[in-house]
């Protein structure tokens, strides 16, 4: 009866590994693209106001206006976006599910070689941080779903020390 229990346990451990692994895989995709804009809208601001006030652009004076009234609105988008807080919260998840697929794993390769009630302990644990983790309801957009799943089945995320990557078509 115990190792039943103890192997529906495991199996569930590597059923959580692989969710948490998918999410803050997305994640991270979703935090780079995130990162990326953050810098164009603290960037671009600073070389409209070069144009701006350049020499260069002072026969067409409808340049400086607009390269004017974009380093004077852009820095109100990014504002508005709150960019730089979704940027924290999104980094802060990314890692904490991350975290989860680490101890999910050990979880069902090292405490569940040990007493049953070690292992029912760990994984309730693990459950309410997960479930805590997904209360913040922060679902990545589609696209970054899919690119976290091209990026697990060609192997970015397969461990030397766990076996060479299963890509789709080696998957069986």
Partial sequence: ?????????????????????YTSTA???????LRLWRTAFIALPILCAAVATSALVKH????????????????????????DRDLAVITRFANTFKSLQDRFRQARNITAL?????????????????????MASIPPPERYFKRAQDKIRKGHYTFEADGSPQTSEGAA
Avoid: N, Y
């Fill in 114 to 134: 040990g007493e049953l009630d070690e292992i029912k302990k760990e994984f309730a644990s693990l459950r309410a941080r997960l479930d805590d983790a997904r």
């Fill in 27 to 33: 994640l991270f995709e979703w935090l780079k693209d």
């Fill in 60 to 83: 067409w004076p409808w340049v400086a206006g607009v390269a004017t009234f974009l380093a004077g609105v852009l820095p109100a988008i990014f504002k508005a976006l709150d960019l």
């Fill in 1 to 21: 009866m115990d190792v039943a229990v103890v192997e529906a346990l495991k199996h569930e451990c590597e059923r959580q590994e692989e969710s948490c692994l």
